[in-house]
């Protein structure tokens, strides 16, 4: 049992389950204020920092009642999991998400729990060769201000970035999205690999668009960035699905778009173009997005992966850009208000979950005035590429 021995104020850190502990402490957590009970001596034992805080108490309570107002209850859940069974080993649940992963490094940190921070970091590697992604931009930066400097957490997402931008032909966007600080330490983190460092701080006019899968981020322009080559494929994809031509094998998948005369078309009348060829319009602005990195908004959320395991209760009608893709591609949308009205849905789960405040919800108003820009600009883009648009 922890006590008093030396009178000055130190408690001491022994502790057996042999023995008594009838005293707890009642830790309110979160916004919601979820009560965790855990013995005193036990979070003494475990803890410097609660060690700190009982020696610098004067009276004892058969209750105590300290509150963590800014702590996540999942996270603090998977450090007392820690603390009981030195694991954060959630099977047969999934593996934590790099957000849980890096708030539990902060937490074993702040509260001086022995070895938790070792196994965050073990959790993270798990976590990446288990999905060969490594942490959104937004995450990384969020993780680098509110580290330490020279932490093991900071280095070890400093050298994964690195190697991100080693292997990756997305290096430019990517290094243009992170602040001047954090592109300072990762020329220090890349000069310690084997290879010259190939960062650029300041990317080229025309990077390429080359994606490399399962590593998100969203530039801060919220512009694409697409080679001429690439956008010339990517359009000739979409006539194929659209417009039903069969390319004969030869010849690259289809010829040039006409334009048609601008001077016989009113460029601002929609009423000159049919709904397939506004949702032609709709799939090519589409695949436009589809070609850059869109981070959370690319993919269905998962409640338990992504660590936000009450998702569903607030959003109820989840939507993401793979859903849209799929359904655009198999014909499933039948207006471009239908396509746009769901493009719209992502944002609003966004800002609905997130609260307008939050980065997350920062990326999305990002992303959601690239797209208002580009998606008023469709009729000028169908009296420029729609085939026979004059004869409508």
């Known amino acids: ?127 990446r060769a288990a999905t060969n992604s490594i942490p959104a931009t937004e995450l990384l930066v969020k993780a680098w201000n509110e580290t330490p400097e020279g932490s093991p957490i900071r280095a070890l997402l400093l050298s994964w970035t690195a190697e991100y931008i080693r292997s990756s032909e997305s290096r430019s966007e990517f290094t243009k999205s992170l602040p001047q600080e954090v592109l300072s330490e990762l020329v220090v983190a890349m000069s310690h690999l084997n290879s010259t460092p190939v960062i650029q701080v300041k990317p080229p006019s025309s990077p390429s668009s080359t994606q490399t899968k399962n590593v998100h981020y969203l530039d801060h322009e919220g512009e694409e960035r697409e080679t001429k080559a690439t956008k010339h494929r990517n359009s000739d994809s979409l006539f194929n699905r659209v417009k039903k031509v069969t390319p004969r094998p030869s010849l690259p998948a289809v010829p040039k778009p006409h334009k048609a005369k601008r001077s016989s078309i009113n460029a601002n009348d929609e009423t000159q173009y049919t709904q397939e060829q506004k949702l032609l319009f709709c799939a090519d602005l589409l695949n436009r997005f589809w070609t850059r990195l869109v981070g959370p908004f690319k993919e269905p959320v998962r409640p338990v992966e992504d660590g936000v395991p009450n998702y569903f209760d607030k959003i109820k009608k989840p939507m993401d850009l793979g859903t849209i893709k799929r359904k655009i591609d198999h014909g499933e949308y039948n207006t471009s208000e239908e396509f746009e009205s769901e493009i719209r849905q992502i944002f609003e789960n966004c800002y609905l979950y997130w609260g307008r405040s939050h980065e997350m919800s920062a990326a999305a108003e990002r992303f959601q005035k690239s797209f208002e820009e580009k998606f008023a600009e469709m009729y000028k883009w169908l009296s420029k590429n729609v085939e026979g648009a004059e004869a409508v």
């Open 1 to 127: 049992m922890a006590t008093d021995d030396a009178g000055d104020g130190q408690v001491s850190t022994s502790f057996s389950w042999l023995e008594p502990h009838p005293l707890f402490c009642i830790i309110l957590v979160g916004d919601n204020v979820e009560a965790f009970g855990v013995q005193k001596d036990f979070l003494i034992a475990k803890s410097t920092y609660f060690q700190k805080y009982f020696a610098e108490k004067k009276d004892e309570k058969v209750e105590d009642v300290i509150q963590f107002p800014d702590t996540d209850p999942v996270v603090f859940g998977l450090a007392q999991l820690f603390m009981f069974t030195g694991s954060i080993n959630t099977a047969p649940q999934p593996l934590p998400g790099y957000d849980l992963l890096i708030a539990v490094w902060k937490l074993g940190d702040k509260l001086g729990i022995e070895g938790l921070c070792e196994e965050a970091l073990k959790a993270m590697s798990e976590y």
